[in-house]
Protein backbone atom coordinates (compact mmCIF):
# COMPACT_ATOMS: atom_id res chain seq x y z
CA UNK A 1 0.00 0.00 0.00
CA UNK A 2 1.33 3.81 -0.94
CA UNK A 3 2.22 5.83 1.74
CA UNK A 4 0.62 9.94 2.31
CA UNK A 5 1.83 12.39 4.79
CA UNK A 6 0.15 15.47 5.06
CA UNK A 7 -0.73 18.87 7.72
CA UNK A 8 -2.21 21.88 7.27
CA UNK A 9 0.39 24.49 7.50
CA UNK A 10 0.01 26.82 10.24
CA UNK A 11 2.79 29.32 8.75
CA UNK A 12 2.66 29.92 4.87
CA UNK A 13 6.76 29.23 4.80
CA UNK A 14 6.93 27.35 1.43
CA UNK A 15 10.69 26.43 2.41
CA UNK A 16 10.65 24.63 5.51
CA UNK A 17 7.47 23.06 4.96
CA UNK A 18 8.82 21.70 2.09
CA UNK A 19 11.88 20.66 4.20
CA UNK A 20 8.91 19.32 6.78
CA UNK A 21 7.31 16.93 4.26
CA UNK A 22 10.03 15.57 2.40
CA UNK A 23 11.44 14.66 6.21
CA UNK A 24 7.88 12.97 6.94
CA UNK A 25 7.50 11.30 3.91
CA UNK A 26 11.09 9.34 4.14
CA UNK A 27 10.07 8.07 7.57
CA UNK A 28 7.55 5.81 5.71
CA UNK A 29 9.66 5.18 2.57
CA UNK A 30 8.89 1.45 3.22
CA UNK A 31 5.32 2.08 2.29
CA UNK A 32 6.57 3.04 -1.36
CA UNK A 33 10.10 3.08 -2.19
CA UNK A 34 9.51 3.43 -5.85
CA UNK A 35 8.00 6.97 -6.65
CA UNK A 36 7.66 10.11 -4.22
CA UNK A 37 6.19 13.41 -4.72
CA UNK A 38 4.67 16.45 -2.75
CA UNK A 39 2.22 19.35 -2.62
CA UNK A 40 2.81 22.51 -0.54
CA UNK A 41 0.90 25.74 -0.70
CA UNK A 42 -0.02 27.99 2.21
CA UNK A 43 -2.46 26.08 3.11
CA UNK A 44 -1.55 22.50 3.03
CA UNK A 45 1.57 20.58 2.86
CA UNK A 46 0.89 16.27 1.29
CA UNK A 47 3.45 14.21 -0.01
CA UNK A 48 2.77 10.68 -1.35
CA UNK A 49 4.82 7.74 -1.58
CA UNK A 50 3.78 4.94 -4.07
CA UNK A 51 4.77 1.61 -4.47
CA UNK A 52 4.15 0.32 -7.73
CA UNK A 53 2.19 -2.78 -8.38
CA UNK A 54 -0.49 -2.52 -11.56
CA UNK A 55 0.83 0.94 -13.69
CA UNK A 56 4.58 0.90 -13.76
CA UNK A 57 4.82 4.04 -15.83
CA UNK A 58 1.88 6.50 -14.66
CA UNK A 59 0.49 7.17 -11.36
CA UNK A 60 2.11 10.33 -10.52
CA UNK A 61 0.37 12.04 -7.36
CA UNK A 62 -0.96 14.26 -5.62
CA UNK A 63 -2.85 15.31 -8.77
CA UNK A 64 -4.08 18.58 -9.75
CA UNK A 65 -6.93 19.76 -11.81
CA UNK A 66 -6.13 21.72 -15.00
CA UNK A 67 -6.32 25.25 -12.94
CA UNK A 68 -4.78 24.26 -9.87
CA UNK A 69 -7.69 24.85 -7.33
CA UNK A 70 -7.51 21.43 -6.25
CA UNK A 71 -5.46 18.22 -5.42
CA UNK A 72 -5.87 14.94 -4.49
CA UNK A 73 -3.91 11.90 -3.42
CA UNK A 74 -5.61 8.74 -3.83
CA UNK A 75 -4.49 4.66 -2.98
CA UNK A 76 -6.74 2.13 -4.63
CA UNK A 77 -7.94 0.26 -7.44
CA UNK A 78 -10.62 1.35 -10.18
CA UNK A 79 -12.04 -1.29 -11.98
CA UNK A 80 -12.94 -0.92 -15.30
CA UNK A 81 -10.82 2.37 -16.58
CA UNK A 82 -10.24 0.93 -19.72
Same mark, same amino acid.
Given at each position: MCGFVGFLNEE? @????? @? &?VIRDMADKIVHRGPD?????VD?????????????? !??GGSQPI?????? &?? !???NGEIYNFQ
Amino acid at each position: MCGFVGFLNEEP @NDIEN @N &KVIRDMADKIVHRGPDMDDYYVDGDVSLGFRRLSIID !LDGGSQPITNEDGT &KV !LVFNGEIYNFQ
